[in-house]
Structure formats: C-alpha cells, structure tokens
C-alpha cells in the first residue's frame, strides 16, 4: 500500500528544500565557530607559553533550519602558542565540542606559524600575517577534510582607541566542496584606565574568490565585546554577536581565557 503525503507536508518540503539549496555555500563557508576572534598583529615572545581556551556556544543558528536544535552546539578550542623568534611563533589547536545531543567530539588539529613584520622596518601601523592548516571535521559523522586560513593583520592604536583589521582567506583544499573564501574581520575597542576594554566586532564570509553569494546567504556578525587588560600574565576576552543576515548564526556568544607561562 502506499503512503501518501499530506498537503501540508508538501507546503513544508517546497519551503524547506529551496532554503536548504539557497544556505549550502554559506554553510561550507561560515565563520569558524571552533575560534572566533580578531587577531591583533602581536606575537607571543620568545621563550614564552601562551594557553587559551575559545568557548563559543550558538543560541540560535540560521534562519530556516529545518531543525533549529543542530545549531546549538558549545565548541572548546585549546590553543597553545610558542613564542620561537623575535618576529615569529607557532600555535597548535585542538578542536573539541558538545554536540546537541550532549556526546562530546574530537573534531580535528590545525597548526599555525605566524610571523611578524619587525620594527626596524618603521612601518605606521602593526603588521603579521598567519598560515593555518590542519584537518576537521563538522561533526562526528563527517569525514576530515584538510583546510585552513591564511589571516593577514593589521592593527593601529590612536590613543586608547584600538582598530584591527583581518582580511581573511578561507581555504578547504580536500573533499567535494574546494574552495578559497574571503572573510574580512574587524574589531574596535576602547580602553578603560589600561583595566578593560568595550568594543565591537565584526565577522563576515561574502563568497569564493570565484563567486560572492547573494546577500541573503552571505555571513555577518556583529557584536558587543569585552576585554579584560588587569593582568601581564592572565587575558581574557567575551562577547555576543547578532546575525545580520538570514545566512548568519543569529545569536552567538563567544568566551576566551588565555594564561602565559614563561618570562
């Protein structure tokens, strides 16, 4: 016998399916949400440990999602960073998170050298440029695929008032969906008695170096941050940030702790 489907499950499939289609670029193309930070052009000093934990957790994901639940995952990244030259460094993450349903996943490693222009080279502003790589998966049915960034930095101070720019490069080099994305991320804080600062930043996944989406399935996040400045040794930073877009995570909050070890 066999089975029939209602009019109104119809009406539902003809909604959802041309939503699906529509979000699948900015779905292999969102914001990272394993680490979600500006880089600022800095790099940790030689003979120094840097330790720090991103915890990011997703309220409410894009808009449409035929389950609104699988967006709501809490990703932990430990990141670990050797200061190993007067101009350079090497990190290595660890991607880590708690899947809705509660079972926690290993999702993958990148490691990153990152080097930073001297400043005997007396340029105006601050300069590093980063290379990320390694291999991830989105959850623990997926197969890794090998990707990574290549973040460029610049960042200036005027007074107390802080701007960084990351013009960054998104690449997934293995797997069915290749690509090479443009992101450009920006922050701005104030800083408060050299204690604390209140900023905002601003995320963003536009398209491939081949095609920019259509605004409606590009990524824009942009929110409320605070930095906490009180200890050489202890950073940390927190904020929520809003989907701008239908393709954007609507409510993200993000969480760094970082602790550093060494002279």
Same mark, same amino acid.
């Given at each position: 016998?066999?089975?029939?489907?209602?009019?109104?499950?119809?009406?539902k499939?003809?909604?959802?399916?041309?939503?699906?289609?529509?979000?699948?670029?900015?779905?292999?193309?969102?914001?990272?949400?394993?680490?979600?930070?500006?880089?600022?052009?800095g790099?940790?000093?030689?003979?120094?440990?840097?330790?720090?934990?991103h915890?990011?957790?997703?309220?409410?994901?894009?808009?449409?999602?035929p389950?609104?639940?699988?967006?709501?995952?809490?990703?932990?990244?430990?990141?670990?960073?050797? !200061? =190993? %030259?007067?101009?350079?460094?090497?990190? *290595?993450? #660890? &991607?880590t998170?708690?899947? @809705?349903?509660?079972?926690?996943v290993?999702?993958g490693?990148?490691?990153?050298?990152?080097?930073?222009?001297?400043?005997?080279?007396?340029?105006?502003?601050?300069?590093?440029?980063?290379?990320?790589l390694?291999?991830?998966?989105?959850?623990?049915?997926?197969?890794y695929?090998?990707?990574g960034?290549?973040?460029?930095?610049?960042?200036k101070?005027?007074?107390?008032l802080?701007?960084?720019?990351?013009?960054?490069?998104?690449?997934?080099?293995?797997g069915?969906?290749?690509?090479?994305?443009?992101?450009?991320?920006f922050k701005?804080?104030?800083?408060?008695?050299?204690?604390? !600062? =209140? %900023?905002i930043e601003?995320?963003?996944? *536009?398209? #491939? &170096?081949?095609?920019i989406? @259509?605004?409606?399935?590009?990524?824009?996040?942009?929110?409320?941050?605070?930095?906490?400045?009180?200890?050489?040794k202890?950073?940390?930073?927190?904020?929520?940030l809003?989907g701008?877009?239908?393709?954007?995570?609507?409510?993200?909050?993000?969480?760094?702790?970082?602790?550093?070890f060494?002279?």
């Amino acid at each position: 016998m066999k089975k029939r489907f209602s009019s109104g499950l119809i009406k539902k499939l003809m909604y959802i399916l041309p939503v699906a289609f529509l979000m699948l670029p900015a779905l292999l193309l969102a914001q990272a949400d394993n680490e979600i930070q500006v880089y600022a052009s800095g790099i940790t000093p030689k003979q120094v440990t840097f330790v720090e934990l991103h915890q990011n957790y997703t309220f409410n994901g894009m808009k449409g999602l035929p389950d609104p639940s699988s967006a709501r995952w809490i990703f932990e990244t430990l990141e670990i960073t050797r !200061g =190993l %030259g007067k101009d350079w460094e090497m990190g *290595l993450y #660890t &991607f880590t998170g708690i899947a @809705p349903n509660g079972k926690y996943v290993f999702l993958g490693n990148h490691i990153r050298p990152r080097f930073t222009i001297p400043e005997s080279w007396g340029w105006k502003v601050g300069a590093s440029i980063s290379l990320e790589l390694g291999y991830i998966r989105q959850d623990a049915n997926s197969p890794y695929v090998m990707d990574g960034e290549l973040r460029p930095i610049i960042d200036k101070s005027f007074g107390n008032l802080y701007f960084s720019l990351n013009p960054n490069v998104a690449f997934n080099l293995t797997g069915p969906d290749k690509f090479f994305g443009v992101g450009p991320q920006f922050k701005t804080v104030y800083n408060v008695h050299q204690k604390f !600062g =209140l %900023g905002i930043e601003y995320y963003a996944t *536009l398209g #491939t &170096f081949k095609k920019i989406f @259509p605004l409606t399935t590009e990524e824009h996040l942009l929110g409320p941050i605070f930095d906490l400045y009180s200890s050489s040794k202890w950073e940390m930073q927190t904020g929520f940030l809003f989907g701008l877009t239908p393709g954007s995570n609507q409510q993200v909050f993000k969480l760094i702790v970082g602790r550093r070890f060494g002279k």
